[in-house]
C-alpha cells in the first residue's frame, strides 16, 4: 500500500425492490487518499468495481445537496465528507440512504414526502394587490431587515435535516426543519403581505411538535440552524395569536412558572398546558407519575437564591421590551 493512500472499507446499503427481498450491506475496498470524499469513493466503486450502484449526485461541490445521504449514521454531503476522518474515527465507513424518505434503489430516496411539505409552506413572496412591486426596478431592503433573514438564504435543500429529524420520523404532521426555516424567511421578509397569515396557520399546523433535539442544525451543511429558525418561529407565532395549542401553552407556562420558586411547578404547568378539562384527561398518567413520584403533588418550595432568578427574568423582559 502506498504510503500517502489508506486501505478504506465501505458498507453500503444496498436494496433494489425488484430483485431484493430486503436490504443488504455490500462490503467495498478501495485503497485511496484520506482527502478523498466519500462521493468521489462511491462514484470510483460505481465505475470500477461494481456499476449497479445507484446513487445521486450533481455539482459534487456542495452546491446542489444532491448527493445527501447517511454516513456513518450522520445525515450529510457524501461531497463534503473525507474518507481519512470517518476512517480514524470508526475504523470504516457504513453508507445509506437518508432516513424518513421511501427508498427506491440502493442510497436513492423518493423525496416527495420532502418537496410536499416544502410547498405546504408556500415558498414564495406573496405581495399586497394594492401596493405591487414596482415593474423592472429593484426593491431595496435595509441591512437591518436583510439582517433578518439570519443565516436560512444559504439553505440548498439538500433534506439532510429531514433525514436527522425524529419529529419527522415519529409525526408525518410534522412539517420539517427545513420548510420551517424557509416559512421563516418569508415572514420575516418586510415585502411579504402573508407574513399574519402564515403564523396563524403553521401554530396549529405542526409547529410545536419540534422536539428541540438540535439534530437538524447539527446536520446541516450550511450553517443555517433551522433549529433556532424554528424557536424564533415559535415567538412570533404567540406574539400573533398568543398561546393556542397544548405546545405553546406549555411553552408559556414553563416561563410563568418558573419565577415561582425557581423550579417547576409541574401539577401547576400541566394545568397550564391543557387546561382543567384536559388537566382530567391526563388522569392515568398522573396516578402512574405519582405512584413514583409522589412529591409531585406538592407545591414547590422556593430555592435558595430565586431571586436572583426572577432578576434574570425581569432583565429578559427589559431587553425584549427594547425590541
Not at 182 to 191: G, S, W
Not at 250 to 257: E, P, R, S
Not at 269 to 274: C, K, M, P
Amino acid at each position: 500500500m502506498t504510503a500517502n493512500l489508506t486501505k478504506a472499507e465501505f458498507d453500503v446499503y444496498r436494496y433494489d425492490p425488484t430483485k431484493d427481498a430486503k436490504p443488504r450491506y455490500q462490503r467495498y475496498t478501495l485503497e485511496l487518499a484520506p482527502h478523498t470524499p466519500v462521493l468521489s469513493a462511491l462514484l470510483q466503486i460505481r465505475a470500477e468495481v461494481d456499476p449497479s450502484l445507484s446513487l445521486r449526485y450533481s455539482c459534487r461541490h456542495a452546491i446542489c445537496g444532491s448527493c445527501a445521504m447517511q454516513i456513518n449514521s450522520k445525515s450529510r454531503l457524501a461531497c463534503q465528507t473525507q474518507i481519512g476522518p470517518e476512517m480514524a474515527k470508526h475504523g470504516r465507513i457504513v453508507i445509506e440512504p437518508m432516513r424518513n424518505q421511501p427508498v427506491i434503489r440502493d442510497l436513492v430516496v423518493d423525496q416527495s414526502p420532502f418537496w410536499r411539505q416544502y410547498d405546504r409552506i408556500e415558498p414564495h413572496l406573496k405581495l399586497d394587490p394594492a401596493h405591487p412591486m414596482p415593474v423592472g426596478q429593484p426593491t431595496s431592503m435595509s441591512p437591518e431587515e436583510v439582517e433578518r433573514f439570519k443565516e436560512t438564504p444559504r439553505c440548498i435543500a439538500c433534506g439532510a435535516c429531514y433525514s436527522a429529524c425524529p419529529a419527522v420520523e415519529s409525526d408525518p404532521e410534522f412539517p420539517g426543519p427545513m420548510a420551517l426555516a424557509k416559512l421563516y424567511r418569508f415572514v420575516v421578509d418586510p415585502r411579504d403581505h402573508a407574513h399574519q397569515d402564515r403564523l396563524l396557520r403553521i401554530q396549529p399546523g405542526g409547529l410545536w411538535l419540534c422536539l428541540r433535539c438540535h439534530l437538524c442544525t447539527e446536520s446541516c451543511p450550511k450553517d443555517v440552524r433551522p433549529s433556532e429558525r424554528i424557536r424564533d418561529l415559535k415567538e412570533l407565532a404567540i406574539t400573533a395569536q398568543g398561546a393556542t395549542e397544548h405546545g405553546s401553552r406549555h411553552a408559556v407556562g414553563f416561563k410563568d412558572n418558573l419565577p415561582d420558586a425557581g423550579v417547576l411547578n409541574e401539577m401547576k404547568l400541566v394545568r397550564q398546558t391543557y387546561g382543567l378539562v384536559g388537566t382530567l384527561g391526563q388522569l392515568g398518567q398522573g396516578i402512574r407519575i405519582y405512584r413514583k413520584k409522589p412529591e409531585i403533588l406538592r407545591k414547590p418550595h422556593p430555592i435558595q437564591g430565586v431571586e436572583e432568578v426572577r432578576k434574570i427574568y425581569r432583565a429578559l423582559d427589559r431587553e425584549e421590551g427594547k425590541e
